[in-house]
């Protein structure tokens, strides 16, 4: 199976800006910086997206995500960070790695827009809360 690109930056083979690494969990800035100091942080074994992820492998990446978090605020002066995990296509994922977005935020006119609208009416909220809930 061909390595995807997160893979091979992992091994070495694509360079990367690199901000953290330990045994399980590699940081590099975004080759796009949505906004300034725009971070992934990703794992170092190959899983495909949050959801398949197993937990404690997930936990040590998100580990790592809130400290860069913390430091964006501290260091950069960003006002906000949105934390962000894309899985699947359908839901912009567009490298199959298991990675984190870490998006510091300065002000309302930069390249990152998030709009979630509201799309309630005609749902039977209580009926769809119990179908979840007893799967959970
Ligand atoms: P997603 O759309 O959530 O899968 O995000 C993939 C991200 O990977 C995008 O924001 C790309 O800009 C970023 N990306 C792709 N290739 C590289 C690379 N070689 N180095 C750093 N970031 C990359």
Not at 46 to 51: E, I, K, S
Not at 91 to 99: D, S, Y
Not at 102 to 108: A, D, L, T
Not at 119 to 124: D, H, K, S, T
Request: hydrophobic share 40%.
């Amino acid at each position: 199976m061909e390595k995807d690109i997160f893979c091979k930056i992992i091994d070495g083979e694509i360079p990367c800006h690199k901000v953290y690494e330990d045994d399980d969990v590699l940081a590099f800035l975004d080759i796009s910086q949505v906004t300034k100091g725009h971070t992934l942080v990703i794992s170092k074994k190959h899983y495909d997206n949050f959801l398949t992820i197993p937990q404690e492998e997930m936990h040590r990446v998100m580990d790592v995500a809130q400290r860069i978090g913390q430091v964006e605020v501290k260091l950069l002066g960003a006002r906000g960070v949105n934390i962000l995990t894309n899985c699947y296509p359908a839901a912009g994922q567009t490298v199959m790695h298991f990675h984190v977005h870490v998006i510091p935020r300065y002000n309302s006119e930069e390249g990152f827009i998030l709009e979630m609208k509201n799309n309630a009416e005609g749902l039977n909220l209580p009926a769809l809360a119990k179908e979840i809930k007893k799967e959970l």
